[in-house]
């Protein structure tokens, strides 16, 4: 069963450094979705590809956060000058528009910064 | 925007009973999908149950059902028979119903509620 791949899974950097995450969705889904979770919160809607197309970012994804897509398979997020308020696990949610596009999430990337 | 709102932090059951974990939210729409999530401890979150706004009849899935009133903006899970591995934490979320827009079929979340089952 190849369900949506998250890596690293967990990752600690010190404030200032740069990490990039990675999500191999389902394969064949075309829809990829990042969240962030903080502890004992509901997940948070970063940004939205389908396909490669990145067509949704919220307004939690400042301008230190970059999502790609290159192929329209992989996903990488990238932080930027992290600071500690990005401690958070960061989840990655797929799906195929055509099978009632319900999202099949990751496992996430629990980042830590110091 | 819609917003989720789950006003139970916490509930707990007795192993073989039946608990009934609270929902409402907000929203303009009048077609839009509405999902159970469970996540367990340190593992990924798994849908539970859907709900399409449009139908009347009442999600099931084995012992998980919904009880879902369109008018009052409630989405109630209930679970019978509970077992140990239903302890986790359990999240309501919302879904416009067209991938579009401004939307893209995010979903939105409530705060969650943690479920523990005692033996």
């Known amino acids: 069963d190849t369900g949506v791949s998250q890596d690293p899974r967990h990752k600690i950097t010190k404030r200032g450094q740069n990490v990039t995450f990675r999500c191999d969705p389902i394969?064949?889904?075309?829809?990829l979705y990042w969240y962030r979770q903080t502890l004992g919160q509901g997940p948070e809607f970063l940004t939205y590809?389908?396909?490669?197309?990145?067509?949704?970012k919220s307004r939690l994804l400042s301008d230190r956060f970059s999502a790609e897509r290159p192929k329209g398979s992989f996903s990488t997020l990238e932080i930027q000058r992290t600071e500690q308020g990005d401690s958070a696990m960061y989840l990655c949610?797929?799906?195929?528009?055509?099978?009632?596009?319900?999202?099949?999430f990751g496992p996430g990337t629990r980042l830590t910064v110091l | 925007a819609q917003t989720v709102t789950q006003s139970q932090p916490e509930m707990s059951v007795q192993e073989a009973e039946t608990v009934t974990l609270s929902c409402t939210y907000d929203?303009?729409?009048?077609?839009?999908?509405l999902f159970w999530y469970k996540q367990p401890p340190s593992r990924q979150m798994i849908l539970v149950i859907r709900q399409e706004a449009y139908k009347q009849q009442n999600a099931t899935e084995n012992r998980f059902s919904v009880n879902f009133q369109k008018a009052a903006k409630s989405f109630s899970l209930k679970i019978s028979d509970s077992q140990l591995g239903d302890a986790a934490m359990y999240f309501c979320a919302y879904r416009s119903w067209m991938s579009g827009g401004t939307s893209y079929g995010k979903l939105t979340f409530g705060q969650g509620t943690i479920l523990t089952v005692h033996p």
């Open positions: 590809f389908q396909n490669e197309a990145q067509l949704e």
């Open positions: 394969s064949e889904h075309n829809r």
């Open positions: 949610a797929s799906s195929l528009r055509e099978l009632s596009d319900t999202q099949y």
């Open positions: 929203t303009s729409e009048s077609d839009y999908y």
